[in-house]
Every structure is written in structure tokens, then in C-alpha cells.
């Protein structure tokens, strides 16, 4: 940090103590002011239409959020949440204006966030994961994640993810990590089995820090795809930091065998009581050559997903909790996010690629810099592509639409990334064919009939140079007779 920045930090750390020192007297009226802190920081930078929305919350006490908020500062411990506040305000705000500001510099994607496997190893051998298959083969070096977070920090980039593998296996590197940037802030994937006294110790020490702890359902859901005792050992992990004031949540990926225990009241009420305050829904993507296609989520579990997820979000089931599901959230954010529009994934092979789930790439850490890699052929196509599709309940080019990851693999030269065994693009994209054609129809229908959010976005098409570019193209086409019909060029 600048010698600027680190008085920015002291100034606001200070208010931030007078707040928190208070809130338990007066919650509401200290509430506002941290939400009057938190709007002077921002100072435009987000649409006030949300930031509008989090005041009504704050000024009624039986709103959801606001029962949130006080969840929040009754259970966290508070030297944890100011770091955490700190970290992910300051840096957010920060952040925000240099990514746009640096898009525009660039010409390129710049990412909100970065997703890093530290290795490939993993203690678990959970069913239809593609990280089972890697072994303990690969692994980035804390020098090498220090340079992904110090070059992302120059590009506006302030939240750090890490996955695997279980990251926590590199549990010493991550907390130094966190040590060396405060004003970034790191969310680790976990399956929790490596969470012990000492750990939450250290998550509280550095502040920065909170873990996403994998669970899917039940008991009986949970270990069948995670191993017998999987589930008991992940709740006595919740419950210890829960014990130590620690912010955690839950990643919880969704199936066609457990989509129905995972958004029961029963089980959100109980990730509750055991500590969790946020979740993260996946999708289950059929990725690497032990994929099971089955448990991709049908079009009917897909819709019940969809309005499941609105009705709890509007508090029709009053429960605490704030649940993002990357899939049904793409009308928020205009689609598809991969490939540094809003985050890309670095492999335990320093493989940069678009998307967690997406296993192919042209750059490498390890040659080139974050910049070259964000402006090399594979992320620039994603970049021009996006949105993959108008309706964004189709956002993903591979799962919704193969066919045009097909393409872009096709054109691009990328290679498959797969530390075990090649998967070729037409091997993956052949296990979403038949989903994406029956999810299709549906999805028209879904998207016709709800209203959606206008999220603040810009894609390439709308840019000076992506305006220029098209129209040339189209100028080029008009000029050989193009009809858009061509057989032969696939146009």
C-alpha cells in the first residue's frame, strides 16, 4: 500500500471503531452511519438503485437484510470484521475504479476477482469432482501467488479465491498471503477437514479471511458423493469457527440427486445454527473424463432453482442468510463473467483459464504475465462473445451453449488443460448437448414471462473499438454479397 493509502485505511479504521463500539446501543441509527461510511466511499461507484435498496433495509428492523446485518455484527468477532470491512471496502472501492479505468486503458478484460487452485491435492475423493483424478502432482509456489496477487493488485484486482484440490493443505501460505496484502481480501473453498483451533486462531489474527465450506445436503446426500463421515466432520468444523467468531459460509454444488435436500428449509436452517452466514450455489458441470452426465439438473429442477432462490431472497422464508447462485445470477451481472470480465481461474499448473470449469487455456503463469494472458487469442474471444446469449438463464458457452465453446476452442488453438488426460472440447461439450437443448425452450419461457434487472455492464460490443470493429465487419460482408446464410463459412 501507498503511504496515501495507509493513512486512508487509519482514518477510516478509526470511524469504523467508533461505530462498532457503539452498535450494540443504538444498532439502527449505527447502521446508517457505517451505510452513510460506506456510500462516501463509494462516491458513485455503484448503481444507487442497490445502494438505495440497502438503506430501506437498514431502516426497517423486520427486514430481512437488517436481521442480517445484526447476525452479523452479534456472532462475528468484531477485531475480524473490521479487518474484513476494511479489506473488502477499501480494496472494493479501490479496485472498482481502477479495473474500469484500466479496461478502457487496456482494451482488454480486467477481472474483479482471480480463482487459484495453490494445488492439486486433495484429502477427499468426492464423486464427479475432476480434482479426484489430479493427484498431488501440481503445485504454485507461495513466490508465484504472491506475483498473481501483487500483479492483480496493479490492475485493480483486490479479492483473491482459492480452490483445489483442498487449498488448506497450504494453509501457512494462504494465511501469508493474507499477512502481506490487508487490503486485499481471500476466500478459500474448503472441505474443512484441515479447520482446526489454530487455524481460526489465524483467520482472526490477519482479518482478511473467510472460508466457503462444502456441503450438499443431508448427511445421507452429502456423503454420498463426499465419503462416509464427510458430513459430521464438516459440522464440527462449522461449529469451532462458529465457537471462535470466524465469517464462513457454504459452497454447495447442486445435482439432480440432491437439488431438493439442498434448498429445504430443514437444511438452510441448520447451516444456520451451525454458523454459516452466506452460501454459494454451483451448478454441477460435467467436467473431466469421470464426469456423470445424470446429475446435471433438469429443466423442471433448474426452474424450481430459480424461483426457490428469488422467494428466499425476498424474505418469503425468513431466514438470515445471503445465498449468490452463479448460474441463475447471470441476469445480474449480464451473463457470463469468465475470462476476466469479472474473474478468471489459474490452475495448480499456473494454466490460465477462463472459468473454473472451463479446462482449456494458451497462457501460463509461468510465461506469461496476467496482462499478456487477459489479451491473448482464447480470453479476447470471450471477451468479443459475451454475452454468449441474450437470455441470461443461458450465460455459460459451454453448458447452455456448446456450441460455442466448440467455436472458440476451435479458433483459438487452445489446449486442454486436464492435468490427468486430455479432455478435447467436443468431448466436454457432448455431455451438455442434450441438456442445453432441452434446457432451451424453457429458459425462453422463463425469460419472457419475469421481469430482470439492467445491471450496470459494458461488453466489448459496446465499447469504441468493439462498435468500430463490428461495423467494418458488417461493412466487409455487405460489400461480398453476405447474407448471414453461408454454408460454407458457417456465418
Known amino acids: ?18 461505530i462498532l463500539k457503539y452498535i450494540d446501543k443504538d444498532p439502527k441509527g449505527n447502521l446508517m452511519k457505517l451505510y452513510n461510511l460506506g456510500e462516501k466511499l463509494l462516491n ?13 433495509a437498514i431502516e426497517d428492523e423486520n427486514n430481512v ?16 470484521l473490521k479487518k474484513l470491512l476494511l479489506s473488502m471496502g477499501l480494496g472494493g472501492y479501490r479496485g472498482t475504479k481502477a479495473v474500469r479505468e484500466n479496461r478502457d486503458i487496456y482494451k482488454c478484460n480486467i477481472p474483479f476477482l482471480i480463482l487459484m487452485d495453490p494445488t492439486s491435492a486433495c484429502n477427499r475423493n468426492c464423486k464427479g469432482c475432476w480434482s479426484a483424478e489430479y493427484g498431488h502432482q501440481q503445485n504454485l509456489t507461495y513466490e508465484e501467488m504472491n506475483s498473481v496477487v501483487n500483479q492483480g493488485v496493479e490492475l485493480g484486482t483486490h479479492l483473491y479465491l482459492f480452490t483445489g484440490g483442498e487449498p488448506l493443505i497450504r494453509k501457512k501460505d494462504i494465511i501469508a498471503l493474507c499477512e502481506e496484502h490487508p487490503d486485499c481480501a481471500f476466500l478459500v473453498f474448503t472441505n474443512a477437514t484441515l479447520v482446526d483451533q489454530a487455524f481460526c486462531e489465524e483467520m482472526k489474527r490477519v482479518g482478511n479471511i473467510t472460508l466457503a465450506i462444502s456441503v450438499e445436503g443431508s448427511e445421507e446426500t452429502n456423503d454420498a458423493r463426499r465419503g462416509e463421515g464427510a458430513f459430521q466432520t464438516t459440522v464440527e468444523a462449522m461449529q469451532l469457527l462458529k465457537k471462535n467468531g470466524c465469517l464462513f459460509g457454504m459452497s454447495v454444488c447442486y445435482t439432480s440427486q440432491n437439488i431438493e ?28 473424463h469421470d464426469a456423470v452426465p445424470e446429475l446435471i439438473p433438469t429443466p423442471e429442477q433448474r426452474k424450481h432453482m430459480y424461483s426457490w432462490l428469488k422467494a428466499f431472497r425476498r424474505g418469503e422464508m425468513g431466514q438470515v442468510m445471503f445465498i449468490m447462485d452463479f448460474q441463475h445470477d447471470g441476469e445480474y451481472v449480464g451473463g457470463c463473467i469468465a475470462s476476466g470480465r469479472n474473474y478468471f481461474h489459474i490452475n495448480s499448473a499456473g494454466d490460465m483459464e477462463p472459468c473454473v470449469f472451463i479446462h482449456y487455456s494458451d497462457s501460463n503463469i509461468r510465461t506469461h504475465t496476467l496482462l499478456e494472458g487477459l ?13 454468449f446469449n441474450e437470455n441470461h438463464l ?21 489446449k486442454s488443460t486436464d492435468l490427468v488426460k486430455e479432455e478435447t472440447v467436443e468431448h466436454l461439450c457432448a455431455k451438455c448437448d442434450k441438456f442445453a437443448a432441452a434446457w432451451a425452450p424453457e429458459a425462453e419461457e422463463l425469460w419472457n414471462t419475469t421481469k430482470h434487472p439492467k445491471p450496470m455492464t459494458q461488453y466489448w460490443r459496446d465499447t469504441p473499438e468493439g462498435k468500430a470493429e463490428l461495423a467494418a465487419k458488417a461493412a466487409e ?6 447474407t448471414g446464410n453461408c454454408t460454407s463459412c458457417g456465418k
Open 1 to 18: 500500500m501507498t503511504a496515501k493509502e495507509k493513512l486512508e485505511r487509519a482514518a477510516v479504521g478509526t470511524a469504523l471503531d467508533q
Open 44 to 56: 458513485g461507484t455503484f448503481d444507487d438503485k442497490y445502494l438505495s435498496g440497502i438503506r430501506k
Open 65 to 80: 437484510y437488517f436481521r442480517y446485518a445484526m447476525s452479523l455484527l452479534r456472532d462475528i468477532d468484531r477485531p475480524l
Open 261 to 288: 435436500t439442498v434448498t429445504s428449509e430443514k437444511f438452510i436452517k441448520d447451516m444456520m445454527d451451525n454458523g454459516v452466514k452466506f452460501a454459494m450455489y454451483f451448478h454441477y458441470m460435467p467436467v473431466g
Open 375 to 387: 489479451r491473448n487469442p482464447l480470453f479476447m474471444a470471450f471477451r468479443k462473445g459475451q454475452p
Open 394 to 414: 443461458r450465460p455459460c458457452p459451454m453448458l447452455e451453449n456448446p456450441e460455442i465453446l466448440r467455436r472458440i476452442v476451435n479458433e483459438t488453438g487452445a
Open 477 to 482: 460482408e455487405q460489400t461480398r454479397g453476405c
